[in-house]
C-alpha cells in the first residue's frame, strides 16, 4: 500500500514537472516571437469617410473598391475571381490576414498608407482568411482600410489565391499578367511601395 502510495505520488510529481516545463517552453517561444515581430508601422488616423474623399474621382472599377471599404464580403473564391475578372490591366495587391495574426495586425498601417496613396491607379484587396468574423469586423473598425476584404473563415480562398497556408501573404497581380506572391510582413511603406512598382507595373 505505502510502495502504490509512493509511486503515485511520484507520477503526480512528474506530470507537475512536465506542466511547468512546457508553460516555460511556451513562454520562451512566445518572447522569441513577440521580440522576432516588426515593429508595427503606426496607424493612419483618418475616418472610412475621409479615405473615400481621398480617392473621389478614380476610375470605375477602383471607386466600386473604395464603396466597399472596411466592409468583409461573401461569395468565396468564385466572388473574388469574378472581381478580379473587372480589374483586367489594372495592377492588383490581395492581401491575406487575420485579427488574430500579430504580423498581420504589426502590417495593417502599412497596408492603410500604400492603398490611400496608390489607390487611384492599384487595386487593393484583403482576404480576411482563418478568422472569426466578429472579431474581424471589429479589427476592421478601429484600423479602417479604403478597401474590401473577402471573409474565409475556412482558409479556402486564401489557400486557393495565395498557394500558402501561412499568414500574412500578398499576391501582386500585375497590369500586364505578372504573378509575384510575397510571403511574411511588410515591415515598412518603401517596402510595400518598392514591390507595388515593381511587380504591379513591371513588364
Not at 516571437?33 to 479615405?51: C, E, F, N, V
Not at 501573404?169 to 511588410?186: D, E, M, N, R, S
Request: hydrophobic share 45%.
Amino acid at each position: 500500500m505505502a510502495s502504490a502510495t509512493l509511486w503515485e505520488m511520484s507520477i503526480k510529481r512528474l506530470a507537475i514537472a512536465a506542466s511547468a516545463l512546457m508553460l516555460a517552453t511556451l513562454l520562451v517561444v512566445g518572447l522569441i516571437q513577440l521580440a522576432g515581430s516588426p515593429k508595427a508601422t503606426p496607424r493612419s488616423p483618418l475616418t472610412l469617410a475621409q479615405m473615400r474623399a481621398r480617392l473621389a474621382g478614380s476610375p470605375p472599377a477602383l471607386a466600386a473598391i473604395h464603396d466597399q471599404a472596411g466592409e468583409l464580403l461573401g461569395g468565396g473564391v468564385g466572388a473574388l475571381r469574378a472581381r478580379l475578372a473587372t480589374l483586367r490591366g489594372v495592377p492588383v495587391v490581395l492581401n491575406k490576414w487575420a485579427s488574430w495574426c500579430v504580423p498581420c495586425r504589426s502590417e495593417f498601417g502599412v497596408f492603410q498608407r500604400v492603398s490611400l496613396a496608390r489607390g487611384r491607379e492599384v487595386a487593393f484587396i484583403g482576404i480576411d482568411s482563418g478568422d472569426n468574423r466578429a472579431s474581424a469586423a471589429a479589427f476592421l473598425r478601429s484600423s479602417p482600410v479604403s478597401y474590401p476584404s473577402y471573409f474565409d473563415a475556412g482558409g479556402h480562398v486564401g489557400l486557393a489565391v495565395t498557394d500558402s497556408s501561412f499568414t500574412p501573404v500578398t499576391v501582386f497581380h500585375g497590369a500586364h499578367g505578372g504573378l509575384y506572391i510575397h510571403q511574411g510582413p511588410y515591415a515598412s511603406v518603401s517596402a510595400l511601395e518598392r514591390d507595388v512598382a515593381r511587380y504591379g507595373f513591371g513588364a
